[in-house]
């Protein structure tokens, strides 16, 4: 998956991400959970009702139970449920960003009958959850890397400045 090593913002990964779940698996929603603070949660969803096709993105502070236990299990979790009357299947899926579960990677069936058998549907789940964590890690390093050449530039800036007829350490250190 090209756009996983490529300069793409979050935004449009997370869409693709969304697109491969929801077309793939043939789910009628998917969602990405993920831990934007200390106790903040971003929920980027897309459902195959969506007449624009991009996903939609609310924040929270709690996350709903299911994800909750997901997280704590550490596995793919599978569980029927009723929503406002109606019956669905969700699978649960944590999204790990260097080891530690950062997140969940959410799959809603809303009929009685999976389109794929569970012994099909929970490895896709967990290969779409693993991508996303691959991603959040290889972002983060780019940020890292960002930072580290800023932080160069800054320093041989400052060195030459340092080095100007003139200009003092003293005067260049308060820079």
């Known amino acids: 998956m090209s756009i996983l090593w490529g300069k793409v913002e979050p935004p449009q990964f997370f869409a693709a991400v969304l697109k491969l779940a929801v077309h793939t698996a043939r789910a009628d929603q998917a ?31 709690e996350l709903p139970a299911f994800v909750t236990e997901a997280l704590a299990s550490h596995e793919p979790d599978l569980q029927r ?3 406002e009357g109606t019956a669905l299947q969700r699978l649960t899926t944590p999204v790990r960003q260097a080891g530690q579960a950062t997140g969940a990677l959410v799959l809603q069936f809303e009929d009685d009958t999976l389109p794929s058998p569970p012994a099909t549907l929970v490895p896709f789940a967990a290969a779409v959850a693993e991508i996303a964590g691959d991603y959040l890690v290889q972002h983060e390093l780019r940020g890292l890397r960002r930072e580290r050449s ?7 800036w400052l060195a030459a400045i340092a080095r100007a ?3 003092s350490r003293r005067s260049a250190a308060r820079l």
């Open 81 to 83: 449920a009723t929503v």
């Open 31 to 61: 969602a990405l959970w993920l831990r934007t603070g200390p106790s903040h949660w971003t929920s980027v969803s897309l459902a195959v009702t969506s007449t624009d096709g991009q996903p939609t993105q609310t924040t929270a502070t």
């Open 150 to 156: 800023e932080r160069a530039q800054r320093d041989q």
């Open 165 to 167: 007829p003139g200009c």
